[in-house]
T-cell receptor
């Protein structure tokens, strides 16, 4: 079993839709949860960061962490064509040490 | 502020050749990393460094070597290139480790034929 599972997509939605991106993980000791956005032929950039459980909101983006289910989500409201990218979940901490484990990434297409 | 700069952006190597991927950062970060990204596989850590003169292996170090003589530079050396090393390579740096943002370079697309 992979430490982090992420549906690679692709996920195609119309402009204005609410997008839900998800990851599951197996290491219950993870404490730091991140979402990176990667545009085509670019390096990943940090989008959202959450420590432990709970929600965090930043504009149109909301990150949720459910440690009891080992499940994290990223919601994008009012999606825009400029949101078309690959979204990678990442996590670190606990018995995994300081190393960050990345999901495979979900490709998102937002159609105008 | 340039951030993390990688060169070259693209390279084609023949089997058995060697090359060095360059990485430099201007943020005075102690921590630097090399990842490879294969389709559908996410980012795999090759090597990392916690400061000048200190390096250690990540998940997939075989076939690679690194050095860290300065805070700014963290080159990745490929010896005896193999088709399995065809990938996109990303260098990254961070100010600390747990839960801190990693800043990535633009990547090097390497094809071994």
């Amino acid at each position: 079993q992979k430490e982090v599972e992420q549906d690679p997509g692709p996920l195609s939605v119309p402009e204005g839709a609410i997008v839900s991106l998800n990851c599951t993980y197996s290491n219950s000791a993870f404490q730091y949860f991140m979402w990176y956005r990667q545009y085509s032929r670019k390096g990943p950039e940090l989008l959202m960061y959450t420590y432990s459980s709970g929600n965090k909101e930043d504009g149109r983006f909301t990150a949720q962490v459910d440690k009891s289910s080992k499940y994290i989500s990223l919601f994008i409201r009012d999606s825009q064509p400029s949101d078309s990218a690959t979204y990678l979940c990442a996590m670190s901490g606990g018995t995994g040490g300081f190393k960050t484990i990345f999901g495979a990434g979900t490709r998102l297409f937002v159609k105008a | 502020n340039a951030g993390v700069t990688q060169t070259p952006k693209f390279r084609i190597l023949k089997i058995g050749q060697s090359m060095t991927l360059q990485c430099t950062q201007d943020m005075n970060h102690n921590y630097m990393y090399w990842y490879r990204q294969d389709p559908g596989m996410g980012l795999k850590l090759i090597y990392y460094s916690v400061g000048a003169g200190i390096t250690d292996k990540g998940e997939v170090p075989n076939g690679y070597n690194v050095s860290r003589s300065t805070t700014e530079d963290f080159p990745l050396r490929l010896e005896l290139a193999a088709p399995s090393q065809t990938s996109v390579y990303f260098c990254a740096s961070s100010i600390a480790t747990l839960g801190t943002e990693a800043f990535f370079g633009q990547g090097t697309r390497l094809t071994v034929v």
